[in-house]
């Protein structure tokens, strides 16, 4: 069964460090992978996406993340930290097949101390 | 304002008893899928349908039940609550054009569900 990790379950940092969130998973396939952040007390939403080309894929506030497929990973950075990104964060990936399953991996509760 | 309406917010059930989590979207979107989200977990996957008569089980389908008779409404059954059904459960949409389930999904707000 495919399978969707996020290795880090808790990151704490100070503002202004940088931050690196893994994502892995286990599908041979071609995929669609996508960065879900879950702000205090709001609803998901989509901080970035990768369906094809450039690899490295920009996204808002400032985060970006980089498809590496001989590595199976997608992971998240941002140089930069702030106190206004302390959420919790989601890696999301699309089997391309006819299943259409978009499966999350467990998530990512980051903390930024002021 | 358009976007996906979850009902009720908050729901407290016994076990064994039945309930439907309704979820209603207004952009005519095609793809329509259910999570559960419980902590250390994520979310796990429940039913999805790719358009109108049309649904498919997730990662965790077992004792949930969908249907899609219209493209707006998806709900989602509990036929006999169980205590492990405790959990917050999120609706989410997505156009139907390309792959589905590939575009961007909206998420309704919620319902926290508590079985006891």
């Known amino acids: 069964a495919q399978s969707v990790s996020q290795h880090n379950h808790h990151v704490i940092l100070s503002e202004a460090a940088s931050l690196e969130l893994g994502c892995n998973y286990s599908?041979?396939?071609?995929?669609?992978l996508f960065w879900y952040v879950q702000y205090p007390g709001q609803h998901l939403q989509l901080l970035l996406k990768y369906f094809s080309g450039d690899p490295l894929v920009k996204g808002i506030k400032g985060f970006e993340a980089e498809f590496i497929k001989s590595k199976f990973s997608f992971n998240l950075r941002k140089p930069s930290v702030q106190w206004s990104d302390t959420a919790e964060y989601f890696c999301?990936?699309?089997?391309?097949?006819?299943?259409?399953?978009?499966?999350f991996g467990s998530g990512t509760r980051l903390l930024v101390r002021p | 304002n358009a976007g996906v309406t979850q009902t009720p917010k908050f729901q407290v059930l016994k076990t064994g008893q039945s309930m439907t989590l309704q979820c209603a979207q207004d952009m005519n979107h095609e793809y329509m899928s259910w999570y559960r989200q419980d902590p250390g977990m994520g979310l796990r996957l429940i039913h999805y349908s790719v358009g109108a008569g049309i649904t498919d089980q997730g990662e965790v389908p077992n004792g949930y039940n969908v249907s899609r008779s219209t493209t707006e409404d998806f709900p989602l059954r509990l036929l006999s609550a169980a205590p492990s059904q405790t959990s917050v459960y999120f609706c989410a949409s997505s156009p139907g054009t390309g792959i589905p389930g590939a575009n961007v999904l909206t998420f309704g707000a919620g319902s926290r569900l508590t079985v006891l």
């Open positions: 999301a990936v699309l089997r391309m097949d006819s299943s259409y399953k978009l499966i």
């Open positions: 599908y041979g396939g071609t995929v669609n």
